[in-house]
């Protein structure tokens, strides 16, 4: 078993620097269709980040009637933390603390600092802020509670009919950015094995005397089976390094430019963070693709 | 030792290659099978090593029904077989030796036997100063003699000739001929299949004639009549 399975894989080395033309070929296709799946994986870093971006500065505010006691009001946050996982925040600021982020935002507003000293007192309620995962139907379903006899007593009002167009105008921008990046995954991926198996198809092809020549001498199927397939491993292993090595360079050159367009996001930061991700798919995509393809066309030489 | 019972072969076509063939090859006989090109020879050699199944009629090879054999037992048969083809067939991205050596290696022999058994073949077929070039560096007749030498290593019981003369000159014709007697000669059967009327002439042994994919001559000592 030893002795074959050495035999095999020596074939195989032997077979991939005897054709060193068709190996580089192979492994350079290969090279290309990872880059288009790792692009992809960056794209999705991107979208998530500039996603997560736009949501978070979309919420509803809940105002609470002047003189309300900050405990209710601290119930109330816990009573909506607690309605559903989709929920992904609430902040509580106080009536002082309002103040301070209104005088803040106005400070270089001369009219709006004199109407306030002239009004003497903190005309502004305190209130809680919502975020939810964006859907707007999550909104309007805090929106209503919040409107409940339960809460009621308490509520002054709630934006959200104010910012429901905003809010599903978001909703439907980010959903569209999820779609597209699904969709435009799913047909690269497809075109890019694709491209992968019919690599893999002319290198097997030119094999294609000697497989039925292994065949008439007595070769059991994986005595003739396997080198093709380790040299369709090892293209992709080879394929896999060189890509992430571009990957990494890639990233860390585009980083400092895609940071001025989106402040906030460390390209390169992102490709340390999920290295081993991007191993895992690089390597499932160039040595799994390279595998299964091997298998699927010398089986089929295999079975003329 | 091989036995065709009323074998027919009709291809999906509906060209008929083989009709109702039926003849047996005792262990150890040198017999030649003669016809035109086309007339189901090489046929004959696909059905011997299950390549292809009769469409009525059984093949045995050594008592076994190779139509009712599975993979595995084809796959024993077939390392019976030593096979000499007009192509050669090699392995071209292998060396001289390492042709040789495959066909131990297939068998599962030790690294100590292939690095034994491979020189010495190569002697005797006198390739041993070529044991690291690569079958496109040989002449026709030094890649018949690889695949001679391929076809003796693991001593076989049977060896297969189909057109082994074919892409040949006269003078490496009568070499390969000379080894093929050689080897008969020393207790292994011979199945010669050929259209060189010389060679079969002056072999005088037994002589299977097709015509039409039908056996129209079968005799002991023939001659090439067609």
Known sequence: MLTSFNRIFKFAIDDFSRNKGISLAAIFVLVVTIMLVSGLFFFRGISSFL????QDRIDITAYFKDGVEEQDILNVKDEILKMSPNIKGVEYISKERAMEIFNKKHRDNAVIVRAIEEVGTNFLLPSLNIKTNGDPAQYAGVSNVLQTANFSKFIDRVDFSQKKDTIEKVFSITSNINNFGIITGVMLVIVAMLVVFNTIKLAVDNSKEEISTMRIVGASDWFIRGPFIIQGAIYGLI???????????????????????????NLFGYFLSNIWILVLIQLAFGAGVGIISSFIVVRKYLDV | MIKFQNITKIYPDETV??????????????????????????????????????TSGNV????????????????????????IYQDYKLLPNKTVYENVAYIMEVEGKGYGKIKKEVPRVLELIGLEDKVDNFPKELSGGEQQRLAIARALVNSPKVIIADEPTGNLDPYNSYEVIYMLEKINKAGATVILLTHDREIVNKLGKRVITLVGGRVIRDEAKGRFII
């Open chain 2, 17 to 54: 290659v083989l009709q109702d063939v039926s003849f047996e090859v005792e262990e150890g006989e040198f017999v030649s099978i003669v016809g035109k090109s086309g007339a189901g020879k090489t046929t004959l050699v696909r059905l011997i090593l299950g390549l292809e199944s009769p």
């Open chain 1, 239 to 265: 394929a896999c390094v060189v890509s992430l090595l571009i990957s990494g360079a890639s990233a860390y050159l585009l980083s400092s430019k895609i940071g001025v367009m989106m402040p906030g996001f």
């Open chain 1, 51 to 54: 996603i997560s971006e736009i």
């Open chain 2, 60 to 83: 045995f090879f050594q008592g076994l029904n190779v139509n009712e054999a599975d993979s595995l037992e084809i796959q024993k048969i077939r390392r019976k077989v030593g096979g």
